[in-house]
């Protein structure tokens, strides 16, 4: 699968998880450092806008989300559904960076953040293995950098022959035995 379609392919995962929040759910915590629901929900509308200029090689600032956290999700894997957004430079925020760097961010995005509202949510998410796959080699790529920018956390160590999805969490810093109460 060539690396546009990895976003288009992830999307409605993150969007069924969207979908599924109540306002009940909004307290609940995720892996994702102090991060509950609704502050998870926020770090998508802040920075949703910045990833989808970045597609389009326009300097977007964070913030700016219209509330509607499954639209900017929509938006934000069609803009990275085009060939041309994984190509050359872009610009993030004020930051100049190869842009498949910044897809490879928003499959984070999407990967990433929802395992962590599945896990807050008590609900399961697969993806595809070449979704996974991609992942990993994305997360291998950017992890030193993640971990010294406070993106990652420190490397929790899974079986060598753990499934893909198990072995993308350790490397992002994620037990992939977390739970709402703590690990299983």
């Known amino acids: 699968m060539d690396k546009h379609q990895l976003t288009v392919a992830a999307a409605p995962v993150m969007l069924d998880l969207l979908g599924r929040i109540t306002p009940g759910d909004l307290d609940r915590p995720t892996p994702c450092g102090e991060w509950d629901v ?26 700016g989300g219209d509330g509607d956290v499954r639209a900017q999700v929509e938006r934000l894997a069609a803009a990275w559904g085009e060939p041309r957004a994984w190509t050359g430079e872009t610009v993030m925020a004020t930051v100049e960076l190869p842009a498949d760097l910044v ?25 595809g293995d070449d979704v996974l796959e991609a992942m990993y080699a994305e997360v291998a790529r950017s992890a030193e950098q993640g971990r010294a920018m406070g993106v990652y956390g420190p490397e929790v160590p899974v079986a ?11 490397l992002s810093g994620r037990d992939p035995n977390w739970k709402s109460g703590g690990p299983e």
């Not at 926020?42 to 920075?47: G, I, Q, S, T, V």
């Not at 897809?103 to 993806?127: Q, S």
């Not at 022959?161 to 350790?170: D, E, I, K, S, T």
């Open 103 to 127: 897809g490879g961010m928003v499959l984070g995005e999407f990967v990433l953040h929802g395992w962590d509202l599945a896990r807050a949510l008590g609900v399961p998410i697969a993806f």
């Open 160 to 170: 060598g022959g753990a499934p893909w999805f198990a072995r993308v969490l350790g």
């Open 38 to 63: 609704r502050a998870l929900r926020a770090h998508l509308l802040e920075w949703g806008p910045s990833l989808e200029g970045a597609a389009r090689k326009e300097a977007v600032p964070p913030g």
